[in-house]
């Protein structure tokens, strides 16, 4: 989105990134979750923004990405022209650098709309109709991960197939752990169930969907820390909270949607290491089920997901969960309650399972007691990217 008319003001999208300083070391997953904690209490400070010549500029919703070497923060901002919103929007990003010491050296290296004339004309004919953006931050979210906008039932450009196809197939040695012939494909006619492409494909989509998997469980934690303290109390809508086995939500709270998000980080960080080993744990298990899903999603949404692909995928799958110890969650209870502890998802299976030390430990707040306060050791989560979602519409 580039821009929407309110009236005589216009709310512009401004994309602000910012970066370490040169030579400085990449920040790691706590890192990145304080960075989140950083820019969001000090954009929550901010209602409006003094624009050039005393004009005032309103700062109506923010998004924010955390990444090893930065962040990127999307502004959207009302104001009566695009250059009123872009200085506004530098002005408010240096000040906040200026304000947070641990921030103070970063760089703007980025600061503006990207002005797409089809993309313009687009959001203006459907300002006030229903294709217009919805002011929920996580149903934007959602639409955001699709890239395209709900709805949308027509053919994807062949050029964008074509591309998404190349860049699936280049990202597929990045998943090191598994080569093709963890997808099913092998220089064995005999032995091969699919094609070298189809298997670079789906290869290649997991490893597209593991930033799609944890931007999303951080942007259920920014949602849940607002709205909780639990799944259960709550009708505001999660990507990948509202996929796990419903009869457990009371104890969905914020410490446990951390320890997920770290133990995604683990997990998707071992797939593009040499050595994978095993799941480690329940958590895993349910995590490599979204991933899967989401990198079928991936494809199919680029119209790349044949038969042979699909195939392909559920060969990954079955051959990295051994077994299905996390199904049984998802039986109906008697009660509409669980039974047993979310809090034992994380416990290893064996002497071989290694989880993150951060999500095994033992601490009786998982029962949904948990307010999102730094109650267990920080504010302690982390990802290939920390996304951070703004002010409710």
């Not at 022209?81 to 290296?109: G, H, K, Q």
């Not at 077994?323 to 064996?350: C, M, R, S, T």
């Not at 030390?357 to 730094?374: K, L, Q, V």
Request: glycine share 10%; aromatic share 6%; hydrophobic share 40%.
């Amino acid at each position: 989105m580039a821009s929407l008319v309110h009236h005589d003001r216009v709310t512009y999208a401004v994309t602000v990134d910012v970066e370490l300083p040169e030579g400085g070391p990449e920040l790691d997953a706590l890192q990145r979750e304080g960075v989140v904690f950083l820019l969001r209490k000090g954009l929550d400070s901010i209602a409006a923004i003094e624009g050039p010549d005393g004009m005032e500029v309103d700062l109506v919703d923010d998004v924010i990405t955390v990444h090893p070497q930065g962040a990127r923060l999307k502004l959207y901002v009302d104001a009566p022209a695009l250059e009123f919103a872009e200085d506004a929007a530098r002005e408010v990003v240096a000040e906040l650098l200026e304000r947070s010491e641990p921030l103070a050296a970063w760089e703007i290296t980025r600061c503006g709309v990207e002005l797409a004339p089809e993309v313009l004309q687009e959001s203006l004919d459907a300002a006030d109709g229903p294709d217009a953006p919805p002011a929920d931050p996580a149903e934007r979210a959602r639409r955001h991960a699709a890239g395209r906008p709900s709805g949308d039932t027509g053919r994807r450009d062949d050029t964008d197939v074509a591309d998404m196809r190349r860049k699936l197939r280049c990202l597929a040695p990045s998943l090191q752990a598994f080569p093709l012939t963890s997808f099913g494909h092998s220089d064995d006619e005999e032995k091969r169930i699919v094609s070298r492409e189809a298997a670079e494909i789906a290869a290649g989509a997991v490893v597209y969907a593991i930033d799609l998997l944890v931007d999303e469980l951080f942007t259920d934690l920014a949602g849940l820390e607002e709205e909780g303290p639990t799944v259960a109390d709550t009708d505001a809508p999660f990507m990948i909270l509202d996929e796990l086995p419903r009869q457990f939500a009371q104890q969905y709270s914020v410490l446990f949607a951390r320890r997920l998000t770290v133990t995604a980080v683990a997990l998707t960080g071992r797939l593009t290491q040499p050595h994978f080993g095993r799941l480690s744990c329940v958590a895993e298990e349910l995590l490599l089920k979204f991933l899967v899903g989401q990198a079928e999603a991936t494809a199919d949404l680029y119209e790349l997901l044949s038969e042979e692909v699909e195939t392909a995928l559920q060969v990954f799958a079955d051959g990295v969960g051994e077994d299905l110890d996390h199904e049984w969650l998802y039986a109906p209870a008697a009660n509409g309650a669980g039974k047993g502890l979310v809090q034992d998802w994380f416990i290893p299976f064996g002497d071989e399972g290694h989880v993150h030390p951060y999500a095994a430990h033992d601490d009786s707040g998982d029962g949904g007691d948990d307010d999102g306060d730094d109650g267990d050791g920080g504010q302690g989560a982390g990802g290939s990217g920390g996304v951070d979602q703004g002010r409710p519409g």
